[in-house]
């Protein structure tokens, strides 16, 4: 009875003329309160986008992320992840909301602090920043090719500029790579964002949103400036890069395998720190032939079942796309957090396959022969 009136409070509160849409991302959309009420000041609700499936499977899908990141990502990056809170909706309060953003929303939401409310609110999408070079066995011993070598050069998002630009997502190759950001070159990175900050960069003044490339020269410089003191301070893409790290193998060294029918991998752990994409563009280094050689074993290496590779590379996938949020306020110390750390459905395996195969083939294709 009192979870049932609970329900029932929370549903009626929420009211669609007092929240005002804020953003959407590939399953969410968010919203911003801005009525007068102080159950809901400062924060924000993120609605399931429809599915088409029933409704107790978009709240499984709410309530399991929510446990997911109380039980496994908030033990490996701490405080700096805020776990939304699950919300009852009805399904009349999703069609009201739906008609804010014109996106037919699922009657499942959570809500959470809002970001926003500072003076400046920068939000970084630092994308993979590992290049693994990982070589892998199969459970009867045989390599596993990880087919073009490209994989193990360039990193996933600048191979994904070409595809992009030849679909007309954007009109420019960005010189942003996520590799500099956790590598050391985060000022770098930041002005590369500046410059060109398709989805990798947002930026946030008072609440509401400002083009990066119109801020000038003095006010970007004191942003990135603060912005970096405050990534260095928490650690958060150290702690990124240690999830993403969970299995030092690409999708297509494991499909591979799964195709192979093997119930395990052996692997060697190696990666590379830095990209060579922007280099193979420019033409002052050409890209490897194919390689599908076998390499012998190394005395040092790590066995996994298969079930376990797949659970840990989805985790590594659900830190490959997440934001850092890095709030700034004039007189007050700045704070990080991370959002949209959610979990990764196994459903997605398949066209993760195939999206690799085709980005790796559009870069090649687009650095011309050899």
């Given at each position: 009875?009192?979870?049932?009136?609970?329900?029932?409070?929370?549903?009626?509160?929420?009211?669609?003329?007092?929240?005002?849409?804020?953003?959407?991302?590939?399953?969410?959309?968010?919203?911003?309160?801005?009525?007068?009420?102080?159950?809901?000041?400062?924060?924000?609700?993120?609605?399931?986008?429809?599915?088409?499936?029933?409704?107790?499977?978009?709240?499984?899908?709410?309530?399991?992320?929510?446990?997911?990141?109380?039980?496994?990502?908030?033990?490996?990056?701490?405080?700096?992840?805020?776990?939304?809170?699950?919300?009852?909706?009805?399904?009349?309060?999703?069609?009201?909301?739906?008609?804010?953003?014109?996106?037919?929303?699922?009657?499942?939401?959570?809500?959470?602090?809002?970001?926003?409310?500072?003076?400046?609110?920068?939000?970084?999408?630092?994308?993979?920043?590992v290049l693994f070079t990982s070589d892998a066995w199969d459970d009867r011993g045989n390599y596993l090719p990880s087919g073009d070598p490209l994989r193990k050069l360039c990193c996933k998002h600048c191979m994904q500029q070409s595809l992009k630009l030849g679909k007309g997502k954007i009109n420019t190759i960005s010189s942003f790579c996520p590799m500099e950001l956790f590598h050391g070159g985060i000022e770098k990175a930041m002005q590369s964002m500046f410059a060109v900050p398709q989805n990798s960069l947002l930026l946030r003044?008072?609440?509401?949103?400002?083009?990066?490339?119109?801020?000038?020269?003095?006010?970007?410089?004191?942003?990135?400036?603060?912005?970096?003191?405050?990534?260095?301070?928490?650690?958060?893409?150290?702690?990124?890069?240690?999830?993403?790290?969970?299995?030092?193998?690409?999708?297509?060294?494991?499909?591979?395998?799964?195709?192979?029918?093997?119930?395990?991998?052996?692997?060697?752990?190696?990666?590379?720190?830095?990209?060579?994409?922007?280099?193979?563009?420019?033409?002052?280094?050409?890209?490897?032939?194919?390689?599908?050689?076998?390499?012998?074993?190394?005395?040092?290496?790590?066995?996994?079942?298969?079930?376990?590779?797949?659970?840990?590379?989805?985790?590594?996938?659900?830190?490959?796309?997440?934001?850092?949020?890095?709030?700034?306020?004039?007189?007050?110390?700045?704070?990080?957090?991370?959002?949209?750390?959610?979990?990764?459905?196994?459903?997605?395996?398949?066209?993760?396959?195939?999206?690799?195969?085709?980005?790796?083939?559009?870069?090649?294709?687009?650095?011309?022969?050899?």
């Amino acid at each position: 009875l009192k979870l049932q009136f609970l329900y029932f409070i929370v549903t009626m509160s929420l009211i669609a003329e007092e929240w005002e849409y804020l953003a959407q991302g590939g399953r969410h959309v968010v919203f911003r309160y801005r009525g007068i009420g102080k159950v809901w000041k400062n924060k924000v609700v993120r609605f399931l986008k429809c599915t088409g499936r029933g409704q107790e499977e978009d709240i499984q899908e709410v309530t399991g992320t929510i446990e997911w990141l109380r039980k496994d990502m908030v033990p490996m990056v701490g405080d700096v992840i805020d776990v939304p809170r699950y919300i009852a909706v009805s399904r009349e309060i999703a069609r009201e909301f739906s008609q804010l953003c014109g996106c037919k929303l699922a009657a499942a939401a959570d809500f959470m602090p809002d970001y926003t409310a500072c003076d400046i609110l920068v939000e970084i999408k630092p994308k993979k920043g590992v290049l693994f070079t990982s070589d892998a066995w199969d459970d009867r011993g045989n390599y596993l090719p990880s087919g073009d070598p490209l994989r193990k050069l360039c990193c996933k998002h600048c191979m994904q500029q070409s595809l992009k630009l030849g679909k007309g997502k954007i009109n420019t190759i960005s010189s942003f790579c996520p590799m500099e950001l956790f590598h050391g070159g985060i000022e770098k990175a930041m002005q590369s964002m500046f410059a060109v900050p398709q989805n990798s960069l947002l930026l946030r003044r008072n609440g509401e949103l400002v083009d990066p490339t119109t801020v000038g020269i003095a006010e970007r410089q004191d942003i990135t400036i603060q912005a970096q003191e405050a990534l260095e301070k928490s650690g958060i893409l150290s702690t990124l890069s240690e999830i993403q790290r969970i299995i030092p193998l690409d999708i297509e060294t494991i499909h591979q395998a799964r195709t192979r029918g093997s119930q395990e991998i052996t692997y060697s752990s190696s990666e590379r720190t830095t990209c060579l994409a922007s280099s193979m563009r420019l033409g002052s280094l050409k890209p490897p032939l194919y390689q599908d050689e076998d390499v012998p074993a190394p005395l040092s290496t790590n066995t996994l079942p298969m079930s376990e590779v797949l659970d840990r590379y989805f985790i590594s996938r659900s830190a490959q796309d997440t934001s850092i949020m890095v709030q700034l306020n004039r007189g007050c110390p700045s704070a990080v957090k991370i959002v949209d750390l959610d979990k990764k459905p196994p459903r997605k395996y398949d066209l993760w396959v195939g999206q690799d195969k085709n980005l790796v083939s559009v870069f090649r294709a687009s650095l011309g022969p050899l």
